[in-house]
């Protein structure tokens, strides 16, 4: 049965904030048409039982990451570290080819889905084969992501990365990164074909230099000014400053700190997300706040590698946008992210309540409506909330949960980041006004996750 294009909420959660009786109207396309408050229910007008509020963009991910999570947490060495994990994690990386890589994707959207993210920024870099070597088309890996996200239902930001070295100052790569590498016009010729596939499913395209590490100066201005020629508001994502060796390697080779070169050496601004941004000097802080780049947090990845707590403090002193994305998959839900970054901030500040704003007290309310902009900017799609011209993508929150039932809309969305079982609270999902979650549960759920274990129980078997 075709989804109906229009809905009625009691409570939903507009860009301004909350609002009651409120009437969502969208086009073919999926994007809204109207949003109107203070409205009654019209008779023959579908209803929402829940609270509505805006579908999450989740701004970073490793898909194929998913097909190894839990499977590294086992001391390796004397002291584990993002390191001595980045070794573990090239195995794996080694082994998935194309159908693997697009089952584990395809579970790992419908996890998404099922867990309030209406659209995945794909950090790609999984681009050869075991050896090293382009597939016959060359852009296999990523349609298998883009096919991927389309059985799925999610919205997709496409950013193949850019990989050419091992190190600061153009080390050579090693045996375990093969299958990244790409020179510069190979990048671009990987850009141009996959624009058309992009274009067709309504993805976004855009380009991930992968860190200052793996991408000489020379090739990071080489690459920005070819991607400019391509699409001049592409996206635009690196990894920054995760961890304390990458900053001081930073410094032995350039004398700067990693965000200090990059504001310095690149034009960096809104079109760019800084992902992690760990470790930065209170001016580094501000000063790229202050450029419109997003922060892109990963709040439970982080905490999982031990890279540490970013400086929020002083981005938002900067007027700095930040958003959330899973990263490395070992948790997969928007709420955990919200609270494990609320968390942080109290336990670094030993107070509470501390993303709060000004203007709105209640915190999951502040960071939900926070999050899902600088996600939309991050992801250069029109996925910014509950407005006209935006995408219909949304999350109707469970009245019937333990955790929310008898609460006010406002409580219920608390209740959902810091007191309930996270995906359980979830009533149902839209993305483009189709539903793709009912019930808590994706149509796709069975079939998907029976072919994710069958690839893991593969991959297991060949390590």
Known sequence: MKDASSLWAADALLPGGWARGVTLDWDDRGRLTAVRA???PEPGRPRAAGPLVPGMPNLHSHAFQRGFCGLTEYRAQVADSFWSWRE???RCAGRIDPAQAEAIATWLYVEMLEAGYTSVCEFHYLHHDAQGRPYAQ????ALALLRAADRAGIGMTLLPVLYQ???FGGVAAHAGQRRFLHDTPAMMRLLDSLKPACDAQGARLGLAPHSLRAVPPGSLREALAGLDALDATAPI???????VKEVEDCIAWSGLPPVRWLLEHAPVGPRWCLVHATHMTPDEARDAARTGAVAGLCPTTEANLGDGLFDMVHWREGGGRWGV??????TVNAAEELQWLEYGLRLAKR?????AEPGQPHVATAMTLAAVAGGARAGGRPVAGLAPGQQADFVELDPDHIALAGLSAQD?????VFGSHRTSAIRSVRVAGRTRVQDGRHALREAAAAAFVEVRRTLVAEA
Do not use: F, K
């Not at 060359?138 to 890996?141: D, N, R, T, V």
């Not at 107070?351 to 993303?355: A, K, L, P, S, T």
């Not at 219920?412 to 959902?416: F, R, T, W």
């Open 38 to 40: 203070g409205t009654a």
């Open 88 to 90: 573990l994690m090239y």
């Open 138 to 141: 060359a852009p296999e890996m």
């Open 165 to 167: 070295a091992g190190g």
């Open 237 to 243: 994502h690196i990894h920054v400053a995760e961890q």
């Open 325 to 330: 994305g899973s990263d490395s998959h070992s």
């Open 351 to 355: 107070q509470r309540n501390v993303m």
């Open 412 to 416: 219920m969305l608390s209740a959902h």
